[in-house]
């Protein structure tokens, strides 16, 4: 189906982006397109004003924070140049693990990081990383900055605290730190798929945080399953003991792909691989 009409705008800084997001009623930004311009075509999303964010180069930059704590990835940093980073290969390899996994080629090459926690989609695979790695937002908005917790960010299926007018300019995950290891597990659709069930961990010094995603409309902290790693065992005897019932706290939905049940039993498996390979990491 063809795309009705639509207005297209293509600001050059982040303050007249903002602007156009707040001045137009139903204005939209436009990232990757990879889904935005798929539910114009399906009508489910009718903007009336494309704010293509295309040329706001300081949203494509990955950094370091003064104090080297935090890696700073602007929003539209496409998976493509994610699995490039020498700074995430350094600060956070995982995400360029799990970005060089996603979709196809033409997928990566124009699907942003921005777009992809905006959308919110329980199956994708940012979401629930994001949220193990403890990540956090900055939103700009007509009022100014604000920065959000990935515990708070995700409300819903294309629903996040990014609000109307506002833009989501940066998402900043701190820097691994020595003894800590991360990984991601999970049933997905085919070798580049969407995920059926998927687990994300991250293990250190500082004990174990895990996320389960695609059980529910936001990514879920399994922190029972955390509380009972917190003496540090990450043996695979301990780790299985760990997960046990995690699945029955769930109230995951039942679809062509995986019944509700199905999706309890891989959420416990998916989670025990992803806490084992990020125990292992951790070891250095
Ligand atoms: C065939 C196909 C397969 C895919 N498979 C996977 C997969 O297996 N795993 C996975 O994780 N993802 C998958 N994706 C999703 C893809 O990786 C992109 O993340 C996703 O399509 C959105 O990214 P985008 O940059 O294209 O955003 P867009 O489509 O441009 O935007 C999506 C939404 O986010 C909003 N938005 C975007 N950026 C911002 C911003 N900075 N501030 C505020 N709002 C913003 C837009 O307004 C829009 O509502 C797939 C996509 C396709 C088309």
């Known amino acids: 189906m063809l795309l009705r009409e639509v207005e297209y705008a293509r600001p050059s800084t982040i303050e007249e982006a903002v602007a156009l997001l707040t001045e137009h009623d139903g204005a939209r930004a436009l990232a990757g397109g990879q889904t935005l311009v798929n539910v114009m075509k399906a009508r489910a999303a009718s903007?009336?004003?494309?704010?293509?964010l295309?040329?706001?180069?300081?949203?494509?930059?990955?950094s370091f924070s003064a104090d080297g704590g935090t890696l700073e990835i602007g929003a539209m940093v496409t998976c493509?140049?994610?699995?490039?980073?020498?700074e995430v290969e350094v600060?956070?390899?995982v995400l360029a693990e799990v970005a060089s996994t996603i979709a196809d080629v033409q997928v990566r090459n124009r699907g942003t990081i921005g777009g992809n926690v905006c959308v919110s989609d329980p199956t994708n695979h940012f979401p629930p990383l994001l949220s193990a790695l403890d990540a956090s937002f900055t939103v700009r908005g007509a009022a100014g900055e604000r920065v959000v917790p990935a515990g708070e960010f995700f409300v819903g299926v294309y629903m996040t605290a990014v609000g109307e007018g506002?833009?989501?300019t940066k998402v900043s995950v701190p820097t691994r730190k020595p003894g800590t290891g991360d990984a991601m597990a999970g049933l997905t659709l085919g070798a580049h798929g969407t995920y059926v069930v998927s687990a994300a961990a991250t293990v250190g010094p500082e004990g174990a945080r895990v996320v389960i995603g695609c059980v529910s409309s936001t990514?879920?902290?399994?922190t029972a399953m955390e509380e009972r790693l917190a003496g540090g065992d990450y043996s695979q005897s301990a780790v299985k003991a760990a997960a046990e019932g995690l699945g029955a706290t769930l109230e995951?939905?039942?679809?062509?792909?995986a019944s509700a049940d199905y999706r309890r039993a891989l959420a416990e498996v998916s989670a025990v691989r992803a806490v084992l390979q990020a125990a292992e990491r951790a070891k250095g």
């Open 47 to 52: 903007p009336d004003v494309l704010v293509d």
């Open 54 to 62: 295309a040329d706001l180069d300081e949203l494509r930059t990955i």
């Open 80 to 86: 493509t140049a994610l699995a490039a980073s020498s």
């Open 91 to 93: 600060a956070r390899p």
């Open 166 to 168: 506002e833009l989501l």
């Open 219 to 222: 990514p879920v902290r399994a």
């Open 252 to 257: 995951p939905p039942s679809d062509v792909h």
